[in-house]
């Protein structure tokens, strides 16, 4: 069965320090693969998405970043994290080759940057 | 383009009362439906989806929707709440035929009152 892993669970960085999330996936191959931000009150905002190893469509302008570095493999990173970085964020991906029917997620990693 | 309008931030029901939450969406084409619930600092489950065929949909813990196309809608309901029903709910759209993109409404919290 297909099962999503993201890592940490929580975490707390000062400004301006540097940042890396993770977020593998297993039981299946070539897999639509996103990554979501969390805000109170504001849903789930899109940040990127990916179709293959390397292929990153960003959703919107922001400090942030994300790579593919393996077809099961989907980064989040930023450099210098601001305040507004703060948020939960979830790792997600859909079975391309069977159609978009279901979407998985991570169990999210809260980032309180302080 | 795809986009999902859920009516009603908060929803507050009693015990046994119906539950009805309600969502619209926006498709160029014809779209798949999904309900997910989250509760507090997890990721997100799939409730139940629209795909094709039937319109009425049943999904996991009592839950049921319709897909509408004349009204653009798929409304959530389950017909008597439960305490453990208190969580956050999500509607989202993705497009059949291939859209890379998953798109949500901004949420429904419920509140289940004793």
């Known amino acids: 069965s297909q099962t999503i892993h993201q890592w940490p669970a929580t975490l707390v960085q000062p400004v301006g320090s540097p940042l890396s999330l993770e977020c593998t996936v297993e039981g299946t191959s070539n897999p639509n693969l996103y990554w979501y931000r969390q805000a109170a009150g504001r849903g789930l905002q899109l940040l990127f998405y990916?179709?293959?190893?390397?292929?990153i469509s960003s959703e919107v302008p922001q400090n942030l970043s994300a790579s593919r570095p393996q077809d099961r493999q989907f980064i989040l990173s930023s450099k210098k994290l601001l305040l507004s970085d703060s948020g939960f964020y979830l790792c997600?991906?859909?079975?391309?080759?069977?159609?978009?029917?279901?979407?998985?997620f991570g169990q999210g990693t809260r980032l309180t940057v302080v | 383009a795809q986009s999902v309008t859920q009516l009603g931030s908060h929803v507050s029901v009693s015990e046994g009362a119906l539950v009805l939450l309600r969502c619209n969406y926006s498709s160029s084409v014809p779209p798949y439906l999904f309900w997910y619930v989250q509760y507090p600092n997890q990721g997100l489950q799939l409730l139940l989806k629209y795909t094709t065929g039937a319109t009425l949909v049943k999904g996991i813990n009592g839950f049921e929707a319709e897909f509408k196309k004349s009204e653009t809608s798929f409304h959530l309901t389950k017909p008597s709440a439960h305490m453990s029903d208190a969580a956050e709910y999500f509607c989202?759209?993705?497009?059949?035929?291939?859209?890379?993109?998953?798109?949500f409404g901004k949420g429904t919290k419920l509140t289940v009152n004793p």
């Open positions: 990916s179709v293959g190893i390397g292929q």
């Open positions: 997600a991906w859909i079975n391309a080759p069977e159609g978009y029917t279901e979407a998985f």
């Open positions: 989202a759209v993705s497009a059949q035929g291939g859209s890379e993109k998953l798109v």
